[in-house]
């Protein structure tokens, strides 16, 4: 996997267009200045950068695609505290930072030829567009391509409209479900009722090739790695997004521990083999 230059300095960026996507998540479309492109074109779906919001702080995000050619970025964010809270009120034109790409990416070229499952649970959907995208542009470099996506309703389903158009164009097989669906909830169609392990439930596919991209919330993980794995599913092969609170993005501040590891550098993508012998890590 990827290692990520060390950088602890925050290049100027700003904030070029915003779309809300719920009602506490947004997408942000960020333009960083010219000498922070080369180092961001490196990027790697999974890996993380590090956004200032002036007078507020700095917090990780995965981006939620590849830079486009233009040199932004989508970074797709949640309303949940101080930083965030903040950056929700930027306005395009705002001024922010960034730092990166740091820590481990997906590893793409293990990967190529093979199966790729990506099972995302609510926000999880954000750091695992950048390897959805990835893989659709590269399609012919990988075998099937299906994405299962829960959300907790209808209304908090992201990027859906995205994925259904990227569905119908024929190169990944898409399922989606949500929680509970309100009677009166618009669009509850092509949406199944229940929780993402349950549409893992009789899925028939070859788990003796497949690669299996996670990312959702902490509770998520055991339940899924146990039922890929009851599937056929190597451990090696299972490749874990997580989270910690984190500062420096480096490695020098340990903020980030998980057992002997750092987030931060040796994730934020694990192979669920690694984290056999850390239980706080899931
Ligand atoms: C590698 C990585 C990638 C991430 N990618 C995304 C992304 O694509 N989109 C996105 O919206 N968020 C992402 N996050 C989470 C994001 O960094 C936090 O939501 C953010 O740091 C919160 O900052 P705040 O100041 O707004 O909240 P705070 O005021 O610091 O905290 C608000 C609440 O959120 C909790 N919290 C804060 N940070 C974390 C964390 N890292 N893990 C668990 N709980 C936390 C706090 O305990 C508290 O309850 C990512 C985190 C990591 C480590
Ligand atoms: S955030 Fe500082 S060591 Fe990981």
């Not at 009677?183 to 092509?190: D, F, P, Q, R, Y």
């Given at each position: 996997m990827k290692q990520a230059q060390h950088t602890h300095v925050p290049i100027a960026a700003r904030l070029i267009e915003r779309t809300d996507l719920s009602e506490d998540t947004t997408l942000f479309r960020i333009a960083p200045e010219e000498r922070a492109l080369a180092e961001l074109s490196s990027f790697v779906p999974g890996q993380f950068v590090q956004l200032s919001v002036p007078g507020a702080g700095e917090i990780p995000i995965s981006p939620a695609?590849?830079?486009?050619?233009?040199g932004t970025l989508e970074l797709c964010v949640r309303r949940v505290g101080h930083v965030t809270e903040l950056l929700h009120k930027q306005r395009p034109g705002a001024k922010l930072g960034i730092r990166g790409p740091f820590g481990s990416g997906f590893p793409l070229r293990e990967m190529a030829g093979r199966p790729v499952l990506l099972l995302a649970g609510g926000l999880g959907i954000a750091p695992l567009r950048s390897l959805l995208m990835h893989l659709l542009r590269q399609r012919?470099?990988?075998g099937e391509i299906t994405l299962m996506y829960g959300a907790k309703q209808p209304r908090l389903m992201l990027f859906r409209e995205e994925l259904t158009a990227l569905a119908a164009e024929g190169g990944m097989r898409l399922y989606l479900t949500v929680d509970f669906a309100p009677?009166?909830?618009?669009?509850?169609?092509?949406c199944a009722i229940g929780l993402l392990p349950d549409l893992l439930k009789g899925f028939r596919f070859d788990a003796a090739t497949t690669y299996a991209a996670v990312c959702g919330p902490p509770p998520l993980y055991r339940c899924l790695v146990a039922d890929l794995e009851r599937a056929g599913v190597a451990a090696e092969r299972i490749l874990l997004s997580l989270e910690r609170r984190m500062r420096?993005?480096?490695?020098?501040?340990?903020?980030?521990?998980?057992g002997q590891k750092l987030c931060c550098v040796d994730g934020p993508v694990f192979r669920a083999g690694e984290l056999k012998g850390i239980p706080e890590a899931l």
């Open positions: 695609d590849l830079p486009a050619p233009d012919n470099r990988y009677e009166t909830a618009e669009g509850n169609h092509s420096c993005g480096v490695g020098r501040c340990c903020h980030c521990g998980l």
